[in-house]
């Protein structure tokens, strides 16, 4: 099954997930074919949602898959992708925070932590993660961008038009 840029329906309404029983409206969500109670069927159920750009009921979907299993990174993750999209950054930067608790070398949560700092203004934050994430994953070219753009915001031309010719040498962003 393809889905479109946009998935809804000619109606206006996103068209019903094959792991759904009923409209997914907050507290109505319930994964289906799954144990109800498991963490996997709710984790699932909110990267479908995620997916599907439904990102009220994808946070409703990733607390209940946090509630279920506290100790594990990706709920909180996930919840920091979702806030994020939802324009709640410091919420998001929570939800981040919390994942970095418990996988603090996460390349991806770093990356995503540091880009909600820069856009809260949190300069001195987004740099310390950035400079980090670049001593181990030089590679990452987003990350030399987004580093670019602190030094920019700074007035320090010189060092965001390294970061940025830096960027020119790493792989293309694809997306």
Same mark, same amino acid.
């Not at 898959?65 to 994020?84: H, I, K, N, Q, T």
């Not at 670019?148 to 792989?171: F, I, K, M, Y």
């Given at each position: 099954m393809t889905i479109s840029p946009d998935p809804r329906d000619l109606t206006g309404q996103l068209p019903k997930s094959p792991g759904l029983t009923a409209e997914a409206t907050g507290a109505d969500l319930v994964p289906s074919g799954h144990d109800l109670a498991g963490y996997p069927a709710w984790f699932a159920l909110g *990267? =479908? $949602? /995620?997916?599907?750009?439904?990102?009220s009921d994808a946070l409703v979907a990733? &607390?209940?898959?946090?509630? $279920?299993?506290?100790?594990?990174?990706?709920?909180?993750?996930? /919840?920091?992708?979702?806030? =994020?999209t939802l324009n709640r950054l410091a919420e998001a930067s929570r939800y981040?925070?919390?994942?970095? &608790? $418990?996988?603090?070398?996460?390349? *991806?949560? $770093?990356?995503?932590?540091a880009h909600v700092k820069l856009r809260l203004g949190d300069l001195e934050d987004a740099r310390s993660m950035l400079e980090n994430l670049l001593? &181990?994953?030089? =590679?990452? #070219? @987003?990350?030399w961008l987004n580093l670019?753009?602190?030094?920019?915001?700074? =007035?320090?031309?010189?060092?965001? /038009?390294?970061?940025?010719? *830096? @960027? #020119?040498?790493?792989?293309p962003i694809i997306i």
């Open positions: *990267e =479908d $949602l /995620l997916a599907r750009r439904a990102y990733f &607390k209940r898959a946090l509630e $279920l299993a506290p100790g594990r990174r990706e709920p909180y993750f996930y /919840l920091g992708v979702v806030s =994020d981040y925070a919390e994942a970095l &608790k $418990l996988s603090p070398e996460w390349p *991806e949560a $770093l990356y995503n932590a001593a &181990k994953r030089s =590679d990452f #070219t @987003a990350a670019g753009s602190v030094h920019a915001c700074e =007035d320090n031309w010189h060092s965001a /038009l390294q970061c940025w010719r *830096e @960027a #020119t040498r790493r792989p």
